[in-house]
């Protein structure tokens, strides 16, 4: 892949708390995302504390690149030392602007709420800087320039940096820097380890034209592929990438559950959406998980109509009419209370989870991470038994996906 | 705070997948914290591509402090090219290293399949590193030292580089280089906002010793406070800290849920497990959260019976025997949810949540984002509405957060 020509980002990070590793740093991966659908190349984050010192090295550091982009340290509370050490890298001063101060008013009158002398002083911003409306928070966004870098200090909060970003900031970058196409195709997999896909795929990746790169991302019994390319042609570039997401499907395509970055737990949906089907899920050792997954795609609703988290064995054996004679983690308990759900909630397929999550509670017979996951269909029961390992969260996750893949593998098939 | 005397650590994070914002940097997060509570300073986390010479730029940027924590770029695949940097870095050479690949026949033969030659090459380690093993996947640890300054290179698998960090690495970083002591405390606070509470505590703050420092940290309907602490006479310092935390406790009793870093669903499971009572949810807009954040905190099944993810509105009739007369988004129907789920499921209390979470579906009387929140006891049935605005994601997490609340105010009266 060309690499000279590329608009150029930097994103500078502040804050104590996510060197202190109590916050984790989801603004950079959003804005990463952001900036490589929209043609930009981000090259470096660097998350610093906020200290003078650090921020002013920071900003001295970025003159290689065309955008930096600053994210936190503009709250309202005493820690926040931001707009100063900006007056001094670009020599202004602090000046109370309209537009900022109107707004904060404007956020005071809808929450019905009194603002304070803090939030007063949050109009205050540089002067050399232009003002961008942040219309979701008090804190301001400013655009700055300096010696062809653009310079964009935006709050922190994640909900507003986003809002911000979206409605206000994407189209003035494009606007400002006009950069090259750049494209990229998403290939979700599940079933199949790193190596494996690897050995699968090797001839036709060693064969990729030399515009376009592919990367592996493992995660929780998925691989993710990335296959990324950028060209001056767009039309060509696009056709080049749908030729060869062609010839990967006709190596690897029962392991594909989707061809861009989306949850399976949204393809499944998709398909019974299309399928006018229904689900229901009776979860155990994932308390829930499966069911947040689903619930947390817009729209859910035609499709999903519930879960029975039955944690405790009673609410197995009263609500799902489950017989536990030998143990709660066993094939038999697994496909009752599948089979039970769907009944009860009167669905075309329920997915059922019984298990050991750790990371204690193992037996002889059913180490930790033991766990059975059952499906019901409207013409028969399955279930099968897997073991994750002792770490309760990959568990859970992995779970989840292999639940969902159990279902998809189903509805593929019949 | 002194600073001058720390220990200073770096994080490099390498990954492609981080800056096209396809994996969030959760690595750096958790270092960060462990780092920290043993007595290290993270001074900058910087997150670069898979190219070299940005690597060996990074590299080159790190005499300024003691300790250098790489990860990623070690995995089997052909995107992986950490360490003939690091070769070239540490002026050294790649030789197969025995331990290493006892150890990746150890990992294959415990799974049951075979090792490839991918896998092989990666016991080839450089010449002048300390290998360090790595019991839970295939790459390997590297522990290399050069002008006092120790760099240490782990896989970015999170599971894999948190177990090797943990068993391995802590106690011989604290050997090494005998850290002056720190210590921190977490005060949780819901119910207040940031500029608010800065208010309340404003004189506290202002009087704080000078070996501490206060920081906020507002999140989803709560805000933590951190205070932190560093000080050559360890006992002096954790007595100033706790006398510090009572003046506190003084003055924002009420908003306080927590003494330490945990989530308010853990808080209300152990103050539940102290009254031997127990709990069920019946949970339409918040579609399994709060299962989920019940459920991933070990050993909650003595409290915590099951939940019902009501999403249909025929489920909420005939399973929880609500009567929906005029909208399923109401006071009636979220009191009848609680009512309802605590009876079958037999439990003392119950949450329940019904609501628009949007992003589509509001109606003039419910607009997105508004939510019921109800808690059935022993002795009555209270509900509240709330409007959590449009965004799906803040609104689901603010509810489940509110409904915790809803309980722990109810429990501290009771």
Chains 1, 2 share one sequence.
Not at 261 to 274: A, G, Q, T
Not at 327 to 339: C, H, P
Request: proline letters at 4%; a negative charge; one cysteine or more.
């Amino acid at each position: 892949m060309k690499e000279n020509d590329f608009v150029k980002a930097k994103i500078i990070t502040i804050g104590d708390e996510l060197l202190l590793g109590q916050v984790v740093n989801t603004n950079a991966s959003w804005l990463g995302e952001q900036l490589n659908a929209n043609g930009f190349q981000l090259v470096s984050v660097l998350t610093i504390g906020d200290g003078e010192k650090d921020i002013m090295d920071a900003l001295c550091s970025c003159n290689d690149v065309d955008i930096v982009i600053i994210t936190g340290g503009l709250g309202p509370t005493a820690d926040d030392i931001t707009k100063p050490i900006l007056c001094k890298f670009f020599n202004t001063e602090l000046t109370l602007n309209d537009d900022a101060l109107e707004n904060i008013n404007e956020i005071f009158r809808l929450r019905g709420s009194q603002m304070t002398e803090r939030n007063r002083l949050q109009a205050f911003i540089p002067k050399s800087c232009s003002y961008i409306p942040n219309r979701f928070g008090t804190a301001p966004c400013m655009w700055f320039e300096k010696n062809d870098t653009v310079y964009i200090s935006l709050p922190g909060v994640p909900f507003e940096m986003k809002s911000i970003f979206t409605t206000e900031l994407i189209e003035r970058l494009k606007n400002h820097f006009k950069p090259t196409p750049y494209a990229r195709r998403v290939i979700m997999t599940t079933g199949v380890g790193e190596s494996f896909l690897a050995d699968k795929i090797q001839q036709w990746e060693e064969a990729l034209p030399d515009f376009m790169s592919l990367a592996y991302l493992p995660q929780y019994g998925m691989v993710r592929l990335r296959l990324d390319a950028r060209h001056e042609d767009e039309k060509f570039m696009q056709e080049s990438l749908d030729s060869e997401v062609e010839k990967l499907k006709d190596l690897i395509s029962e392991h594909i559950f989707a061809y861009d970055d989306r949850p399976i737990s949204e393809v499944i949906l998709n398909i019974l959406k299309d399928r006018k089907q229904t689900l229901s899920t009776a979860e155990s050792c994932t308390g829930g998980s499966i069911a947040k997954m689903i619930t947390s795609i817009p729209g859910c609703s035609s499709v999903y109509k519930g879960s029975f988290v039955s944690y405790a064995t009673e609410v197995k054996e009263n609500l799902l009419n489950v017989k536990v004679e030998h143990s709660v983690v066993s094939k038999e308990v697994a496909e009752q209370m599948a089979v039970g759900v769907r009944s009860i909630m009167k669905t075309d397929y329920a997915l059922a989870t019984t298990g050991i999550a750790g990371p204690d509670g193992g037996t002889e017979e059913n180490p930790i991470g033991t766990v059975w996951i059952a499906l019901a269909t409207p013409n028969c029961v399955i279930a099968k038994r897997y073991n994750f390992g002792k770490d309760r969260q990959n568990n859970i996750e992995r779970s989840c996906i292999t639940a969902f893949e159990m279902l998809r593998q189903y509805l593929l098939n019949n």
